[in-house]
């Protein structure tokens, strides 16, 4: 887990359906940190073009990605936050969109990157309600998706990890990632 005098956000990602909320509250209940859920933060232009089932592009993202990247930078140096981290949840698809989450937060990220087979995470999205990403949504986030790989990944030197979420319940995936970030 992140260095205790370092200010860190611990970004959890991956496409729609592959249970950023769960796991980034589970990881912030158990480091004791403030958690963001990044779709709060998505403009309402964002939220009704996806609602209506049309893809965000790059720019509809820059902006989001920088809100969410700043909030959580700011939570992880609130002065009662002890642990110096905080959690954030966002879809971050593209190598791209980690570099301007780093960029943007200027400070130390670590990167959860979960994800699965298409037809587990259309299943998945099709069965929760309340959201407005829905289940013809997931296409567009699978296509565009780059899992991390090599020099990205924490065992190569980077700072992501990538987990395979498919047959494992919340726990697991957190005890996973706390192993690979060991």
């Not at 720019?59 to 959690?87: F, M, Q, Y």
């Not at 879809?91 to 979960?114: E, G, N, P, V, W």
């Not at 998706?145 to 498919?166: F, H, K, R, T």
Request: hydrophobic share 40%.
């Amino acid at each position: 887990m992140p260095a205790a005098d370092k200010h860190t956000i611990v970004v959890v990602g991956g496409p729609a359906g592959t249970g950023k909320t769960t796991v980034g509250e589970i990881l912030a209940a158990q480091m004791a940190c403030p958690f963001v859920e990044g779709d709060i933060l998505h403009p309402k232009a964002n939220i009704d073009k996806m609602s209506q089932g049309i893809a965000l592009t790059d720019d509809d993202r820059w902006g989001w990605l920088e809100k969410l990247s700043v909030i959580a930078a700011e939570k992880s140096k609130e002065p009662e936050n002890a642990s110096h981290t905080s959690v954030v949840t966002c879809s971050m698809l593209k190598k791209l969109y980690r570099q301007h989450i780093k960029d943007s937060a200027q400070t130390t990220c670590r990167f959860i990157f979960l994800y699965s087979l298409y037809e587990l995470l259309l299943e998945r999205v099709g069965g929760r309600s309340g959201h407005f990403m829905k289940a013809d949504m997931v296409k567009s986030q699978f296509d565009i998706m780059e899992v991390p790989e090599g020099p990205e990944l924490v065992e190569n030197g980077g700072d992501c990890v990538a987990i395979e979420i498919a047959g494992k319940s919340p726990e697991q995936l957190y005890n996973e990632i706390v192993e690979k970030l060991k």
